[in-house]
């Protein structure tokens, strides 16, 4: 039963991981097309054109976007982690007091980059 339990948890890791490499690489490109639409919305709100008026409303809701966005792909990996350090720590011979939201604020502080994750949870539990 353990061994299929371990098998389901590496398993959701996994597709996981891949979701939220993903996730950050489609944050990464929105970030970056969001910060050339704030220069564009900028340069749009100053102009009395209401085409550039239009332009800077289309601008402003792709800002939006992008934020709901960045909080998806930081709430996709806050999942990720919780699924890796769950598993690593369930993989233990004996149990750890050690907090999974803990370690989630240290993996971030230690700028841990996402495909060391893995490796990263284990050690904490070992």
Do not use: H
Not at 61 to 81: C, K, P
Not at 92 to 100: R, W
């Amino acid at each position: 039963y353990q061994r299929r339990v371990r098998g389901d948890a590496v398993s959701e890791a996994d597709a996981a991981r891949e979701t939220a490499a993903r996730a950050g690489e489609a944050a990464r490109a929105a970030e970056a097309e969001s910060e050339q639409l704030r220069v564009r919305l900028a340069e749009a709100e100053r102009a009395p054109s209401n085409e550039e008026r239009a332009a800077a409303l289309v601008a402003k809701q792709y800002v939006a976007d992008n934020e709901r966005l960045t909080q998806r792909v930081d709430d996709l990996q806050r999942a990720y982690f919780f699924t890796l350090a769950l598993n690593a720590k369930v993989s233990t011979p004996k149990a750890s007091n050690v907090s999974i939201a803990d370690l989630f604020e240290r993996v971030l502080k230690e700028k841990v980059p996402l495909t060391k994750w893995p490796s990263w949870c284990m050690q904490q539990f070992r």
